[in-house]
């Protein structure tokens, strides 16, 4: 009996779980979300079990808006949430509510559209290049809308587009599309947080379930939105997406997953085990060529997480896009989660967020380009990150070669072909790159009452 009793405590300890070794300090955890497909790895790890398996119970809310979430999580009624990538970044600097928040993990690469109403791509036709089977040419540059946009202004109206958050990636992308086009997406200061300060296309705040049906309504002509809302107002009928994030800035970054600095400091083995639960989840989604897609669409369809259709949730995150009805393209990186290191927190990530702050007035000042890595550095933890891949990799569960150890966490710069207006970026000098933008703040200017100065 005593050796059949030696042997089932041996079969029992190497059967113990991984998170037997990290001693959590909290093992309830309650994230937000808001219903995007981007919010992928935290509906996967709880439904393969990748939460369990670190012993972690998890629950998972939808939440109203990026608002309502964020509170959540400073208030404490979350313990962390999918969050805007702009969202931690200004509420450690102290724009709009002010707390530390940090990131250990990115969400994905690319997943936004632009999308206009009908109306405005019948008016924008014209002035778009074709190919020679007669569809319009991609990437669909502003420039088409620019002549709308006047048309409209000569008539006195005014030209008006959603965007999901003062913050958002896509508030961020909008403008920096319609810049490109040379249109004036207009500025912020501290006595006006309209983002409307001599602007040709007025910006305004719209929760992306409701982006379809606004645009339908003709509160708005077009929005900036992740999925599946870009290719609902396909399936409705009621607009065209011209153009995919990834054909603006080629792999750029979305989503994070955010938690408070504090709750990182007092559960530091909880904060690694949710980590490793995340990068498992997105090495699910990305694995062998996206075959485990289909599976993906189906639980985010699911009334619970996104609630959208199968179909219209498929039609982006299974490698295609649709344009016009009927218009259907292959983007096999339209949704990124895990290749590219796309989970990896790049320093360079969040400075071009703060560059974008900076180009429209949210950062009212000039600042040093110490001051973005500084930023940058208490908000983005690579370190924290690596530390939850280093145990997967021991636990056999990641391949060593899919996380780069040796980065000091700053990409390559991202060269000009891979930007629609053929300016490059690199986050090592955040004050060069802004002066090289045609439109937007540059050193020493600020915006004052209507005008901008200095």
Request: aromatic share 12%; charged share 20%; with cysteine.
């Amino acid at each position: 009996m005593k050796n059949i009793a030696s042997i089932l405590a041996a079969t029992t300890l190497l059967a113990a779980p991984a998170w037997a070794e990290l001693e959590l300090e909290k093992d309830e955890l309650t994230f937000g979300f808001i219903k995007l497909t981007d919010m992928a790895p935290l509906a996967v790890a709880y439904e393969q079990g990748f939460f369990d398996d670190e012993g972690l119970f998890v629950t998972l809310e939808a939440q109203a808006n990026w608002k309502v979430l964020l509170d959540g999580v400073i208030d404490g009624q979350l313990d962390g949430a999918h969050m805007l990538a702009g969202q931690p970044l200004a509420a450690t600097i102290g724009y709009g509510t002010e707390a530390h928040i940090i990131t250990p993990f990115s969400m994905d690469l690319n997943g936004n559209g632009i999308t206009v109403s009908n109306q405005i791509w019948e008016e924008m036709k014209p002035y778009v290049p074709l190919m020679d089977d007669g569809r319009p040419q991609h990437p669909i540059s502003a420039a088409s809308l620019k002549p709308v946009v006047e048309k409209y202004t000569s008539e006195g109206k005014p030209f008006n587009m959603g965007m999901v958050f003062p913050v958002s990636t896509h508030n961020y992308e909008l403008r920096y599309w319609l810049a490109a086009g040379g249109l004036e997406p207009g500025y912020y200061s501290p006595e006006n947080i309209t983002g409307q300060i001599g602007a040709d296309v007025l910006l305004s705040v719209t929760p992306p379930p409701q982006m379809p049906a606004t645009m339908e309504a003709g509160t708005i002509y077009g929005y900036c939105v992740g999925e599946p809302w870009n290719q609902q107002a396909v399936f409705k009928g009621i607009g065209v997406p011209v153009i995919t994030d990834y054909e603006l800035w080629k792999n750029n970054p979305e989503k994070v997953f955010g938690i408070t600095n504090e709750f990182a400091e007092m559960y530091p083995n909880t904060t690694k085990a949710v980590v490793k639960a995340l990068i498992r989840a997105a090495m699910w989604l990305d694995e062998n060529d996206n075959a485990n897609r289909e599976e993906a669409v189906e639980i985010l369809s699911r009334p619970e997480y996104v609630g959208a259709d199968y179909e219209v949730i498929a039609n982006s995150m299974t490698g295609t896009f649709e344009y016009e009805k009927g218009d259907k393209r292959e983007v096999p990186d339209f949704n990124v989660f895990f290749r590219y290191n796309a989970t990896y927190p790049y320093y360079s990530d969040a400075i071009w967020y703060l560059t974008q702050m900076r180009r429209w007035g949210q950062i009212a000042e000039t600042k040093p380009d110490s001051w973005y890595d500084e930023v940058a550095k208490s908000v983005y933890k690579p370190e924290i990150y690596l530390e939850a891949a280093k145990l997967l990799v021991e636990e056999g569960l990641a391949n060593e070669a899919d996380f780069p150890w040796d980065s000091d966490g700053y990409k390559a710069p991202t060269p000009a072909a891979d930007i629609i207006d053929g300016i490059p970026y690199d986050g090592r000098t955040p004050n060069a790159y802004l002066e090289s933008l045609p439109i937007g703040l540059k050193s020493g200017q600020t915006v004052v009452g209507a005008e901008v100065q200095g």
